[in-house]
């Protein structure tokens, strides 16, 4: 009982979560905005990784960190561009698609990697994001370490968050955003398009979802290797679903598979004796048990997954 008082009553415990919440933050807030819109993004792996690549990509060839995030974003949009295309033009399966940009976007990761990188025994790195030093917050005792002593992503992905919860419920654009994943035919009479709507939503979300792979090679790491995201995008789409389709509650529960993860990490050089496969396989029990428990009371939007077609009901 005293190993697990002691371990969350470390500051670096509550630092460590909020650094493994943000890509899942910026992943499940991209995720969230296409399927308020009505379409599912099974691409979000796929373009994630392709966002941790160009992104590094982009810095390691000289660009500042910042212009490598938007390299990330503007490249996430594109591959938002071609699942528009295909789901909401041609109409395809929202499933195959996405599975098919996934695939597509971690080979082409790998491969135009493998092109412009030399092989080498050990990763070429960049200097990533560096915490900041936020001036009477930074050191205050344990809050300060633990809350204010992030990189600039991490609070971006937090910014983000709750601007995206405003904008959804208290804009206008938001009510275009949710209508059309509820009834585009009702969106359409009251004189929008629900197809530039659903193109908006998709580009905008999968540039947030480059963003979230970006923040693995840009501040949480210094280098780019294939296997790099592990999954996270998965865990993101699951995280929607837990949230109910609202980015405050998204915010929520990214912070809470973030601290499942790091807790276990921690678990595993305190407690002896048990093997690690046991820590490693918690923090997704847990969230498979918290999502059961959320996804009974989950309104799912109406028109999720359905073509829309102009004039037909």
Excluded: K
């Excluded at 033009?89 to 092109?115: D, I, K």
């Excluded at 275009?176 to 979300?205: D, F, K, S, W």
């Excluded at 995201?229 to 973030?258: D, E, H, K, N, T």
Aim: with cysteine; charged share 10%.
């Amino acid at each position: 009982m005293s190993t697990l008082i002691d371990i969350l009553a470390s500051a670096g415990l509550w630092a460590a979560i909020l650094r493994i919440a943000t890509p899942l933050i910026f992943g499940t807030l991209g995720a969230l905005l296409c399927e308020r819109a009505g379409v599912l993004n099974l691409g979000i792996e796929g373009i994630m990784t392709f966002g941790a690549m160009i992104g590094w990509l982009a810095v390691y060839h000289g660009a500042d960190l910042w212009t490598g995030l938007l390299v990330a974003a503007l490249a996430g949009g594109l591959f938002g561009l071609l699942h528009s295309l295909l789901t909401v033009t041609l109409g395809l399966s929202q499933h195959v698609t996405g599975l098919g940009v996934t695939l597509f976007a971690s080979s082409f990761s790998y491969y135009v990697f493998r092109l412009i990188v030399p092989v080498a025994g050990t990763p070429p790195t960049i200097v990533p994001f560096q915490p900041i030093d936020i001036p009477g917050l930074s050191s205050l005792p344990f809050i300060g370490p633990a809350l204010f002593t992030q990189t600039a992503p991490t609070y971006l992905a937090i910014a983000v968050a709750l601007l995206m919860g405003y904008v959804i419920f208290r804009t206008p654009i938001g009510l275009a955003i949710r209508m059309t994943g509820e009834n585009p035919h009702a969106a359409e009479a009251q004189g929008l398009n629900p197809v530039r709507i659903r193109y908006g939503a998709i580009i905008a979300g999968s540039a947030l979802m480059a963003v979230g792979g970006a923040f693995l090679t840009l501040s949480a790491f210094n280098s780019f290797f294939p296997t790099m995201v592990q999954g996270r995008g998965w865990i993101c789409i699951a995280l929607v679903v837990f949230a109910s389709w609202r980015p405050g509650r998204a915010l929520f529960g990214a912070l809470l598979f973030a601290f499942f993860d790091a807790f276990q990490l921690r678990l595993q050089t305190a407690v002896s004796g048990v093997p690690y496969q046991i820590f490693l396989m918690t923090p997704y029990i847990l969230s498979i048990v918290a999502l059961a428990v959320m996804a009974r009371r989950a309104r799912v939007p109406q028109a999720l997954m359905q073509p829309y077609r102009r004039g037909e009901r």
